[in-house]
């Protein structure tokens, strides 16, 4: 019987560290304030923004929401993220992503000042990754308090997170992940690489997928394309962490591996909903707090 690496123990653990360390930064007359860009109507990312939100308001973090119509241009993104850069009330900025398909998402990213940017996407806080400058924070337990300091993607950071809290060892494995976008794949091979896990990537181009994924001890899903990953595709016995929501047209959701077959297979393997996605919204709240103590030498 499969272990289900649930989110939501490592997310109560997250969470109880930012309550404690909001009751602190408002014992210094400090709040944490977090701002949230969302354009369009976009169903999914609609969902994040209001499950964002609430947690705010639950943990005592102090919401600036801006909600931009479809059809905004570039540069009124652009003036309402350089307002948020020089806002003091503000430690971190989240855009919703997708963005429309007019606007350039990359230059909306690199528009965050890299010390506000908590969901690590921008070109600073990546290079800083792939550079290994960031990336003691796979290592170490508490925050590196220096104003300089990026912040990890939270996705990918989030899979480190729960596979080290079911105590699936990284070092030397080898590793398949399916998906190279810089959200989730492509920043998730840099962290495993630093973790010295060896990594395969793959995606929609990869000629013979199943021979790539049969050869996993741990197999990493990001496509966003359900069923993808079928119990044929695995190895006996490895750890499968399924990145992928895919909402199916009943409205429930689904991930990229066929959960019912793969479990039987495995010794580990996420749920969806309910596996990466908890962890990757308490990591984006857990920056924006160490990025409020950072810029007002809080620790
Ligand atoms: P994306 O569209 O940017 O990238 C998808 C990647 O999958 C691409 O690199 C593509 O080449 C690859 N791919 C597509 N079809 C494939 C196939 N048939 N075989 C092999 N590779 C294939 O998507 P993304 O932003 O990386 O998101 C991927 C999935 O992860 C989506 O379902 C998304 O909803 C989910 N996601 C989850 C979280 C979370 O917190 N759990 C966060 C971000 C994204």
Known sequence: MAVLMKGSPVASLIYKEIRSEVEKLKGH?????????????????????????????????????????????????????????????????LVF????????????????????????????????LAAEESTY??????????????????????????LEHYGVELKGKDIVIVGKSLTVGKSL????????????????ATKDLAEKTRSADILCVAAGKPGLITADMIKQGSVIVDIGINSLPDGSFAGDVEFKGVSEKVSHITPVPGG???????????????????????R
């Open 189 to 204: 091979s840099l962290m495993m690489l630093a973790k010295e896990a060896t990594v395969t990537v793959c995606h929609r």
């Open 276 to 298: 990466v996605g908890p962890v990757t919204i308490a990591i984006l709240l857990k920056n924006t707090v160490v990025s409020t103590k950072r810029m007002f030498g809080i």
């Open 137 to 162: 924070q796979l290592f170490t337990a508490g925050p590196n308090f220096s104003i300089k300091n990026t912040f990890l993607p939270c996705t990918p950071y989030g899979v480190i997170r729960l």
């Open 29 to 93: 007359g400090v709040s944490v304030g977090l701002a949230m860009i969302i354009v369009g109507s976009n169903a999914s990312s609609g969902q994040y923004f209001i499950t964002t939100g609430n947690l705010c308001r639950k943990l005592g973090i102090e919401e600036y929401p801006s909600r931009l119509p479809e059809n905004v241009s570039l540069n009124v993104i652009l003036d309402t993220i350089r307002k948020l850069n020089n806002d003091e009330r503000i430690s971190g900025i």
């Open 97 to 128: 992503l997708p963005l429309p398909l007019h606007i350039e998402q990359r230059a909306v990213l690199n528009a965050i000042a890299p010390e506000k940017d908590v969901d690590g996407l921008g070109a600073i806080s990546i290079g800083r």
